[in-house]
């Protein structure tokens, strides 16, 4: 793709920003997209922050995820990490990754909104694939301590891909989130609960009566979705259903962040 | 928010509704697991398209985590995918009290089949493929095949209880896989009852009485099922000769010695009297199991040559340099002597045999401790129960059933010693977070000096 160079309108600069005197690389939007991403990536691996939520997920992963299922049931299974992954990190840890992504400086950026939006996500949801892949340490412990007997990869891998699914969705809808409000609380309660009833929306489903409504919230729990890919499958609808989440976050998470603009 | 933007985001999501609405109707996955555990086998796709109208299942779930409803519906989905007549509805356990009461559903988590008026239940034990096939098979098929079990003269009982010799777990094996059970007194009986689809004698301990051996050898002249186990070193030896006698019509026989596997890929590592197999010959039974080890632990052998018309298949066997120790000894002194036999010895073998318009089988165990509780799950490996199942299926005439193997868990068993459970709760619970600290603190620090 062809760069251009873009001479930044100083007049244009609110005054509360110093304007930049010198000429900015207009990248594509995908350089600018990766810019961001890369950006925010740092930013997160740079800021106590980023660690402490690695080692609060590390904590409770092992604690409760292996510790208790693994050692204490004499089981090679990885279902309690994953119910800390998805549990802990995705409905709890995500939000507080995308608080810092909040509208705050965004009209600092020379980017387009939608860039700005998928940078941003692009940005958490590498820290979030980086924490779910020092998981993988757990897989490679019980790899070698079964003996004789050889881990089913392929179900840890459509696992892994269902993992990611979940991450992405969490991801995008705490972008959302925190593209909904300045205020970091109210972002992190706000956030906590839309992932939270994506998650959980069938389990509230039994308090309905109507089939189609029941049926409904079935179809859009998170939750529900997930299991094909735990079970080892790898499902289109179940695809289809994550990717959409994700896109529709991330655009409705547009215009509002014009409008902060 | 310009009016553009807002116009791009609602055709965006209206597309993205549209794509979910199209892919919730169709259903293509990929199984990815090794072992195809989303991968129905043939003899449950035929279960399933056998159906001639519609199998009503009903899930009965408490809503929560953890209560197996996913894996259940996701099973019951491949069922569906097989045959349209499959049809699943999902209730509350908690507020359906009319399908509650109507089926008489004791516990939650609980699965109804009903089909043309009868009804079957699936617990969450039973709620894997094997459990579902079964069911729909009894359910078509609307028979339960009677296994008279021999009581009196010391055989094993399936009401045994103890986790090492008893036989609970093959009660449990037969219930769960659509069988009924009931003790006959064999010493008492001067014939097989004719509801006995099949007569289980497993290791006695005693003489049979002659009116008793006539009753089995006229049960199976006239197309009778048996399963025969026996031991090694019988306490009485006329109670060994009293087995063989109701061979004798079919060639066969057990030896009583005691097999010594020397070979250690065929023999358990700690115990050269536990035979190892994993190679089976040809039958419907072993289908399923090749290359999966099953033990059996203190056998004895089965001898001579089959009749003309009969058909005997060894379905397992000991290695070449395998022994047979004919007279007791101590368990010290069970080195090769002169006078022991040679192997390879068969420890496992099947008979079949021209009946009239019936046809007689027999499987042959040298030893009781082939289903005992110790030697199947979860004691054990799978192998011993997909054996025993499958012996008892074919016995059945249940040929269908016969190849539905118990698949592995998602879970393999494991065996951690106190020093590996130490060392993985070191690396675990103390590096790997503690590492996260660290990088932490170091961040802060850095932060802190340099602004």
């Known amino acids: 793709m062809r760069s251009e160079a873009v001479r930044v309108n100083a007049a244009a600069v609110p005054a509360r920003i110093a304007a930049p005197t010198q000429v900015l690389p207009r990248r594509s939007s995908i350089g600018t997209i990766g810019a961001i991403a890369r950006r925010e990536l740092v930013a997160l691996l740079r800021a106590p922050l980023g660690w402490g939520v690695a080692a609060v997920f590390l904590f409770f992963a092992s604690g409760f995820g292996f510790i208790g299922t693994v050692i204490a049931g004499q089981q090679a299974s990885f279902d309690g990490i994953y119910q800390v992954i998805n549990g802990l990190l995705t409905l709890a840890l995500v939000p507080v990754l995308t608080l810092r992504l909040r509208t705050e400086g965004a009209t600092r950026i020379p980017a387009r909104d939608y860039e700005l939006v998928a940078g941003r996500w692009l940005g958490a949801f590498a820290f979030y694939v980086l924490l779910i892949a020092m998981a993988l340490i757990y897989v490679l412990l019980l790899a070698i301590y079964v003996r004789g007997q050889s881990l089913d990869f392929g179900l840890i891998g459509a696992t892994y891909v269902g993992l990611l699914a979940v991450g992405a969705a969490a991801t995008a809808i705490g972008v959302l989130a925190s593209g909904v409000v300045n205020n970091r609380v109210v972002a992190y309660v706000l956030g906590l609960a839309l992932i939270g009833w994506v998650w959980y929306s069938t389990f509230v489903a039994g308090s309905f009566s109507g089939t189609a409504r029941i049926d409904f919230l079935d179809y859009v729990s998170a939750f529900n979705r997930y299991q094909s890919f735990s079970l080892g499958q790898l499902t289109l609808r179940d695809a289809v259903y994550f990717a959409s989440l994700t896109l529709g976050a991330l655009v409705l998470a547009t215009p509002l962040l014009r409008s902060k603009r | ?451």
């Open chain 2, 1 to 451: 928010m310009t009016r553009l933007s807002i116009v791009v985001a609602v055709v965006v999501l209206a597309l993205l509704v549209g794509a979910n609405v199209a892919a919730s109707r169709s259903m293509p996955a990929i199984d990815v697991t090794r072992d195809g555990l989303n991968t129905l086998t043939p003899q449950s796709v035929g279960a399933a398209k056998s159906l001639q109208s519609d199998a009503q299942v009903i899930g009965l779930f408490r809503p929560g985590t953890g209560n197996g409803q996913a894996e259940t519906e996701a099973l019951i989905a491949l069922y569906a995918a097989q045959s349209p007549h499959v049809v699943y509805r999902r209730e509350n356990f908690d507020t359906d009290r009319s399908d509650v009461k109507l089926y008489a559903i004791k516990q939650p988590n609980t699965v109804v089949i009903e089909y043309r008026g009868k009804t079957e239940q699936l617990t969450p034990p039973a709620q894997d493929e094997a459990g579902f096939t079964a069911a729909l098979l009894k359910l078509q098929s609307g028979r339960v095949p009677l296994v008279c079990w021999a009581v009196g003269d010391g055989e094993r009982g399936l009401k045994d209880v103890d986790q090492g010799a008893g036989y609970s777990s093959v009660a449990d094996i037969l219930t769960h896989d659509s069988f009924a059970t009931r003790d006959l007194v064999l010493a008492q009986a001067t014939s097989i009852p004719g509801d006995c689809d099949q007569l289980a004698i497993v290791d006695p301990t005693s003489v049979l009485p002659t009116p008793s051996l006539k009753a089995i050898d006229d049960y199976l002249a006239a197309g009778g099922k048996l399963l025969l186990a026996a031991e090694p070193w019988a306490k009485d030896p006329k109670s060994m000769d009293s087995l063989n006698a109701a061979l004798k019509p079919y060639g066969l026989a057990f030896s009583g010695a005691l097999v010594i596997e020397t070979d250690p890929a065929h023999r358990s590592s700690s115990d050269p009297t536990i035979v190892a197999v994993s190679g089976y010959g040809r039958s419907p039974i072993t289908d399923e199991i090749q290359g999966r080890v099953s033990f059996f632990p203190l056998t004895t052998a089965i001898t001579g040559a089959p009749g003309p018309a009969v058909i005997a298949t060894p379905i397992a066997t000991t290695s070449a340099t395998s022994y047979a120790i004919a007279q007791p000894r101590s368990v010290q002194d069970l080195g090769r002597k002169a006078g022991d036999a040679s192997g390879p010895f068969t420890v496992m073998e099947t008979l079949e045999q021209a009946a009239g318009a019936k046809r007689t089988r027999i499987v042959l165990l040298g030893t009781g401790g082939f289903a005992e509780n110790r030697t199947l799950p979860p004691s054990n490996s799978d192998a011993n129960l997909d054996l025993v199942l499958a012996s008892f299926q074919w016995l059945a005439e249940q040929d269908s059933l016969v190849s539905t193997p118990s698949k592995q868990g998602r879970a393999l068993p494991l065996a951690l010693s106190q020093q590996d459970q130490s060392i993985l709760i070191f690396i675990t619970s103390v590096l790997m977070p503690g590492l996260m600290v660290f990088g932490g603190v170091v961040t802060w620090w850095r932060r802190r000096v340099f602004s």
